[in-house]
C-alpha cells in the first residue's frame, strides 16, 4: 500500500527532528538525567513536529536502551511503539473527544498501572479543543497525576487554553522550520525515495510550505506523483497554482503604463491555466515591494513613490478581499482598472449619481449639459419596456473600440433593457458598473454609440432583475439598492 511520504518520513529520533534543537536537546537531557516531568505543553503551527516529538518522547521515556537521550528504535518498547500496536502508548485527539466525560473516564483509567512500559503517556492532540467542563476535570488530574502517568498536550492554540493548566506545564515552542531545513529535508527524501528534484524547485516547495514540514513532504508528494519522480521548477509551478515571473512583470509592466486591457488579458491567461489568483496578487506586491526599495534607494527613478504606494494600497485592498472570500479573478480585475483608469478610490461624485439623483430632484444637473439628459421625471423609469435589442450591436462596437476594451470585457456577458430614457445594464460583472462609475470617459462613449445606434440620447442605470415588484413601488431605490450591491457608493441627497 502506498504511504504517503510525510507519514513514511516521520522523525523516529529526536536526532531525526529538524530545526527544533532548543526543544529535542532539552528533552534529551531530561531523558538521559531521568527528570521528567508529568506534563508537557508543546505548541506550534501545524505540521512543525509536536506529534512526532511526542511519539519520540513516549518511546524515549520507556526504552529499554536509550542511546544519548534518543529511543534505541530496536528493543520490543521501541517497536511496539514504532508500530503503534502499545496499549500503554494513548493518543487522543481532542477535537473530537472533548467532554468532560472523556476525561472523566480517562481519570478513571489513569490510576491504574501500566501494562508493559514504565510510564503510560497520554498525547493529547488539540488540546485548544476541550470544553470548560473538560479542562476543569483534567485540571484536577495535573494537580496530582500519578507517578506512572506522562501527559504531553499539544496545541496550535496557546491562547485557548486556561492559565491554570498552562502553569502545571512544561512549555515547549515548535517553531517554523526555516526554508534552508526544509529545503534539506527536501533532498535527503528525494535522494533516499529515487525522486529528482531541481534545486529551483525543492526552494519552491519549501517557500510554500511556510515552515511546515508537512506540507512541505505533501507538496513533494504531490509534484513526484504527477511527473514521474522528475521534480521540475515548472512542474512545481504548476501544481502549486504559480504564475510564471513573466507574467507577474508583464502584468506589472501593463500597470505602470496604464493599460488595463493588457493587465485583464494577464489575468485572463492566468485564470485559463488555474494559477492562483491570490499567490498571483501576492507575486505582484512583491514586484512592486521590490521597485518601491529600488526607488527609496535611488537606484531606480522612473517612478514616482506616491504611484508605487498608491499601487500597493489598492492590491493590498485586492489581496485582502480574495483572502477573504471574494471573488478573486474579479477583484483583480478591479484593481488594473483602478489603477490603470487612476480611478480615485474615494469615489468623487460622478454623473451616474448625479442622473440618480436628478431623477428625484428634477433639476438640470450642472455639469457637461451637452451629453446628460433633460430631466427624467421618477415615473418613467417606473416599467421597464422591454430587452434593449441594439445591445448587441452596442457590444460588438465597444469591442472594436481600442480604447474600450477593458469596458467591452467587463461588459461581454450582460443585457440591457430599456426603461423610458434609462437603458438599464444587466451584468454579473460589477466591475462594469464600477468602470462607468469612475470614468466620465467611459459613460460618455458608450453614451455615444448608444445614440449613433439609436439616434436617441440615453441614460444609464443598473438593471435589478430579481425584483420587480420593488422596481415599481420606487425605482430609484431599486437602482441604488443594485448599484450598491455592485459596490457602487451612491449618495442620495
Ligand atoms: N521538525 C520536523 N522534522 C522532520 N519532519 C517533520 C518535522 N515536523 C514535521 N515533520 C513531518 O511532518 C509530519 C507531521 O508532523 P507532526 O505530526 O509531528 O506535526 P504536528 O506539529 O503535530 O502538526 P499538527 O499541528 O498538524 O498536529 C511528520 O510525519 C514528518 O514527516
Ligand atoms: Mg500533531
Ligand atoms: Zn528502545
Redesign the pocket.
Known amino acids: 500500500m502506498y504511504q504517503a511520504?510525510?507519514?513514511?518520513?516521520?522523525?523516529q529520533t529526536f536526532d531525526?527532528?529538524?530545526?527544533?534543537e532548543h526543544i529535542t536537546k532539552t528533552l534529551k537531557n531530561e531523558i538521559e538525567s531521568g527528570k521528567i516531568s508529568h506534563a508537557y505543553l508543546?505548541i506550534?503551527?501545524?505540521?512543525?513536529?509536536?506529534?512526532?516529538?511526542?511519539?519520540i518522547f513516549a518511546k524515549a521515556v520507556n526504552c529499554l536502551a536509550p542511546k544519548g537521550g534518543n529511543p534505541c528504535g530496536e528493543c520490543d518498547i521501541c517497536k511496539e511503539i514504532q508500530s503503534e500496536s502499545a496499549l500503554d502508548i494513548v493518543e487522543i485527539d481532542a477535537a473530537s473527544n472533548n467532554g468532560v466525560e472523556n476525561i472523566r473516564s480517562m481519570r478513571e483509567e489513569v490510576v491504574f498501572s501500566p501494562t508493559k512500559c514504565k510510564y503510560r503517556v497520554y498525547i493529547v492532540?488539540?488540546v485548544h479543543m476541550l470544553s470548560a467542563g473538560a479542562f476543569n476535570a483534567f485540571l484536577k488530574i495535573l494537580e496530582e497525576p500519578p507517578e506512572h502517568v506522562i501527559f504531553i498536550l499539544?496545541?496550535?492554540e496557546l491562547h485557548k487554553i486556561p492559565a491554570t493548566i498552562i502553569s502545571r506545564c512544561q512549555r515547549f515552542n515548535?517553531k517554523r522550520?526555516s526554508s534552508a531545513?526544509i529545503i534539506e529535508?527536501l533532498k535527503l527524501v528525494c535522494k533516499k525515495e529515487k525522486i529528482k528534484i531541481e534545486p529551483k524547485a525543492a526552494k519552491l516547495i519549501a517557500k510554500c510550505a511556510d515552515g511546515?514540514?508537512?506540507d512541505?513532504?505533501s507538496i513533494l508528494d504531490q509534484c513526484a506523483n504527477s511527473c514521474e519522480n522528475n521534480v521540475t521548477f515548472e512542474n512545481a509551478k504548476k501544481i502549486l497554482g504559480i504564475s510564471s515571473g513573466d507574467q507577474t512583470e508583464k502584468f506589472a509592466e501593463n500597470i505602470l503604463e496604464n493599460n488595463s486591457s493588457g493587465c485583464i488579458e494577464i489575468i485572463d491567461e492566468i485564470h485559463q491555466e488555474s494559477v492562483n489568483i491570490l499567490k498571483f496578487c501576492e507575486s505582484v506586491m512583491e514586484y512592486f515591494r521590490n521597485v518601491m526599495i529600488e526607488t527609496v534607494n535611488k537606484s531606480r527613478k522612473d517612478i514616482s513613490l506616491k504611484r508605487i504606494l498608491e499601487i500597493l494600497d489598492v492590491l493590498q485592498v485586492s489581496y485582502q478581499n480574495i483572502s477573504s472570500g471574494a471573488n478573486a479573478k474579479l477583484e483583480m480585475e478591479i484593481a488594473a482598472v483602478k489603477l490603470c483608469e487612476n480611478v480615485s478610490t474615494q469615489g468623487s461624485k460622478s454623473v451616474t449619481d448625479t442622473e440618480i439623483n436628478n431623477t428625484k430632484k428634477e433639476i438640470t444637473p450642472p455639469q457637461s449639459p451637452k451629453t446628460v439628459n433633460p430631466p427624467v421625471k421618477k415615473m418613467e423609469i417606473k416599467t421597464e419596456d422591454g430587452t434593449f435589442e441594439p445591445w448587441g450591436k452596442i457590444l460588438e462596437e465597444l469591442k472594436n473600440t481600442k480604447t474600450l476594451k477593458s469596458l467591452y470585457i467587463s461588459l461581454r456577458d450582460s443585457n440591457a433593457y430599456k426603461s423610458g430614457n434609462y437603458i438599464l445594464i444587466d451584468s454579473k460583472n460589477s466591475l462594469a458598473f464600477e468602470l462607468l462609475r469612475n470614468n466620465s470617459e467611459y459613460r460618455i462613449a458608450i453614451k455615444n454609440i448608444i445614440k449613433n445606434i439609436t439616434g436617441r440620447q440615453y441614460s444609464l442605470g443598473p438593471y435589478k432583475p430579481e425584483n420587480k415588484e420593488k422596481t415599481k413601488d420606487d425605482p430609484l431605490e431599486a437602482l441604488v439598492d443594485k448599484a450598491r450591491k455592485n459596490g457602487i457608493d451612491v449618495t442620495l441627497n
Do not use: H
Open positions: 511520504l510525510y507519514r513514511k518520513w516521520r522523525p531525526d527532528v529538524v530545526g527544533q508543546f506550534g503551527s501545524r505540521g512543525t513536529g509536536k506529534t512526532s516529538c511526542a511519539k492532540d488539540e499539544a496545541t496550535t515548535f522550520i531545513d529535508r511546515g514540514m508537512r512541505a513532504l
